[in-house]
């Protein structure tokens, strides 16, 4: 997507551990321009799936589940990291690296909000090793849910989880895939 392209290129910003920083425009200060345009992208690349609801995990992704949701007319449903040790009987819950904070957490959803029946498209803000995404399956999995897809804003293509998630059949659609970044210089993979 070269409108998501462009502002990376222009306002991103790298730093050590391979974290690219897009706080300016998309995950602390948001242009709601680019969001708009962003949830308008996913729609499109989602809308023949019947998708029933849409599912992130807080906090970065929220916004930009709430743009395709928009366009694509479904509730979002956010895990939410669970600040408890115990986990209540009514939720489902699975534990995530995070790769920007190096800890562990287990993150839930209340079994109310996430059925059997629902199709189910995952949508966050970074790909880099799947960990966010493969905690979401599993929480599908355990509602007996199915996953439609993966719409992904920024995947880090130099890291592993695109790669090894496409390999096990699960569809990802990334807006950008960063092939490479260094302090002064990131370039893009081509897409067709
Ligand atoms: P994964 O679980 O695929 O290893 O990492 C994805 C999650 O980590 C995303 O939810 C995102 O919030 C965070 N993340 C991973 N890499 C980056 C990065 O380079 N920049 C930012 N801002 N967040 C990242």
């Not at 962003?38 to 992704?61: D, H, L, P």
């Not at 366009?71 to 956010?78: A, Q, S, W």
């Not at 959803?109 to 399956?137: C, M, Q, S, T, Y």
Request: aromatic share 6%; glycine share 6%.
């Amino acid at each position: 997507m070269q409108l998501l392209e462009e502002r990376i290129l222009r306002d991103g910003k790298v730093y050590p551990g391979n974290v690219l920083k897009v706080s300016g425009f998309l995950n602390h200060l948001i242009d709601e321009h680019l969001l708009d345009e962003i949830g308008k992208e996913i729609s499109a690349r989602f809308c023949e799936q019947n998708v029933t609801k849409i599912m992130t995990i807080e906090a970065s992704g929220i916004a930009i589940a709430c743009a395709a949701a928009h366009y694509m007319h479904t509730p979002v449903l956010f895990a939410k990291k669970s600040k408890t040790a115990n986990v209540s009987a009514d939720c489902y819950s699975a534990d995530v690296v995070s790769y920007t904070h190096n800890n562990t957490s287990t993150v839930i959803v209340d079994k109310e909000f996430l059925l059997p029946e629902d199709r189910v498209l995952i949508v966050d803000d970074f790909l880099a090793n799947g960990a966010a995404i493969r905690g979401l399956r599993s929480l599908i999995e355990q509602a007996g849910a199915t996953l439609v897809g993966c719409a992904i804003a920024i995947e880090k293509g130099f890291q592993k989880g695109g790669e090894e998630l496409r390999a096990e059949g699960v569809r990802i659609e990334s807006l950008a895939i960063v092939e490479s970044m260094t302090d002064d210089s990131l370039t893009f993979r081509h897409q067709n």
